[in-house]
Every structure is written in C-alpha cells, then in structure tokens.
C-alpha cells in the first residue's frame, strides 16, 4: 500500500466483539484514502493515516486494511 490508495477498513474479530463502542467502526466510511505513512518506531507492523469518505481522519494498522482493487 502506498499513499493515494483506497482502502477499506477490516477489524480483528475479536476487537470487534469486545471493544466495538470503542472503535465507533461505523464513522470509517468506506473507502478511505491513505494520506501518509506513519513513523511507528519499534514496530514491524506499517501505520497509515487515512481520510474516510465521511471526512473523518484516523491512523490505522496496515493488518486493519485492505486496498479497493478495480477491474
């Protein structure tokens, strides 16, 4: 993934189950388009800040998102 790229936003199962009025899931409008990578230092995992269609800004784990592939 790269900055420009759509994206949907996939959550862990269980994070979904127990922590679900946390994660208010429903403002991650789909699809949200990557603004920039994050500098997550001491961390393997790549974090991307993302503007979702509904105008909200989030920074999300690479493993929380799947890029829009179009025919």
């Not at 922590?19 to 208010?24: I, S, T, Y």
């Not at 699809?31 to 909200?56: N, V, Y």
Request: charge should be neutral; glycine fraction near 8%; include cysteine.
């Amino acid at each position: 993934m790269k900055i420009g790229d759509l994206v949907r936003y996939i959550p862990n199962p269980s994070s979904v189950f127990k922590w679900e009025k946390w994660l208010d899931i429903e403002e991650r409008q789909q699809p949200g388009i990557i603004l920039r990578e994050l500098d997550a230092k001491g961390t393997t995992t790549r974090r991307f800040e993302i503007c979702w269609h509904g105008g909200r800004v989030t920074e999300e784990w690479s493993s929380h998102l799947l890029p829009l592939t179009f025919p």
